[in-house]
């Protein structure tokens, strides 16, 4: 997934999405602010996403939106359009924003349970 298709994917939360599937014209403001966002939400994830691949932790960021964003399935499409559309609508609307933040807070606990490897019994061990 690309920042631009996380922002994309962002302004469809919130509402933003026209009827040709493109964002609407009042978001130029949000665009201008989407890359900062962006890189703060990857350093956010950062510990959710390496627990999840079981990778040594590293902060990633991006220097445009057309850059990929190197992170698991499950954060770049289950957690990440949800904080930053949480991030968009601070100081815009509070109480989207706040229930913005509990969806965003929400898929996180979610997204970790995914990650968790599935316990089974151990058969054979010894021959």
Known sequence: MTARELTKAAYAVIGLINENGEPSGDTDDLSARALNL????????AELDCRIRR??????SIGTL????????IVSSGVMPYGLAFMLTLGEDDSLAE???A????????????G????????EVYR
């Open 38 to 45: 962006i890189n703060i939400l990857l350093a956010e994830n």
């Open 55 to 60: 990778t040594e932790h590293t902060v990633k």
């Open 66 to 73: 057309e850059d990929e964003l190197d992170l698991c399935e």
């Open 99 to 101: 229930a913005l933040r």
């Open 103 to 114: 969806r965003y807070a929400e898929a996180r606990k979610n997204a970790l349970k995914f």
């Open 116 to 123: 968790k490897a599935k316990a089974e019994p151990i058969t």
